[in-house]
């Protein structure tokens, strides 16, 4: 089945907002990428808000469901998985936490069902937090565990504008896996000893 222009719009967008930016993309220059007439742009979009707020709903729903997830997760290999996954999502709508200031800025409501969205990974991390001590796989005090959920979620909120600080790189080619098993150094302090033999072969992947 042909794509249907909406979705064509849509995926164009995605790539040009991940690639230039979502401040510098302007609805002249989407209808130009995809040799439409501004005119058919706008019988799809009235407004490039409009674009970004389906964007942004996909972006959504996909962390809501690697979020409810979270009671599956009993083992070290698990944990990894389920942080991979959450990095690939974020790269592929690397613009929303990249260009986060402008865009709760720009888009209000936007910006704040994206405050919404990292109170609910937050939740989240704590869950699977909760899940992994239960699990006996992480040993770590009541206090301690709502640090590391803390420090889950600031990584990998921040993660891309990281990347796109180190030089030579601009977040474009940024390896989730590699985030993922950065992130979970932040917990190898509290994994217990049967469950190290993974975090072991993580290291000899990523670190050689």
Request: charged share 20%.
């Amino acid at each position: 089945m042909a794509t249907s222009t909406r979705e064509r719009i849509l995926a164009t967008c995605l790539a040009l907002f991940n690639a230039e930016g979502l401040a510098t993309v302007s609805t002249h220059k989407i209808a130009a990428e995809l040799g439409i007439s501004p005119g058919n742009l706008h019988y799809h979009f009235k407004t490039k808000e409009q674009i970004v707020t389906v964007l942004f709903a996909r972006f959504e729903h996909k962390l809501q469901a690697l979020g409810s997830g979270t009671q599956r997760i009993a083992a070290v290999d698990d944990f990894w998985l389920a942080l991979h996954l959450h990095y690939e999502t974020i790269a592929e709508s690397r613009f929303i936490y990249r260009d986060m200031a402008h865009l709760a800025r720009e888009y209000p409501e936007l910006g704040r069902r994206t405050q919404a969205l990292t109170a609910g990974n937050l939740l989240s991390a704590q869950a699977l937090v909760a899940q992994l001590m239960a699990a006996g796989v992480l040993q770590a005090s009541h206090e301690q565990a709502r640090i590391l959920a803390l420090q889950i979620v600031f990584t990998t909120t921040c993660w891309l504008s990281f990347e796109g600080f180190i030089p030579g790189r601009d977040g474009r080619d940024a390896n989730p896996g590699l985030a993922a098993f950065y992130t979970l150094t932040l917990v190898s302090p509290y994994i217990s000893g049967e469950s190290r033999a993974y975090l072991d072969y993580l290291k000899s992947k990523y670190l050689g």
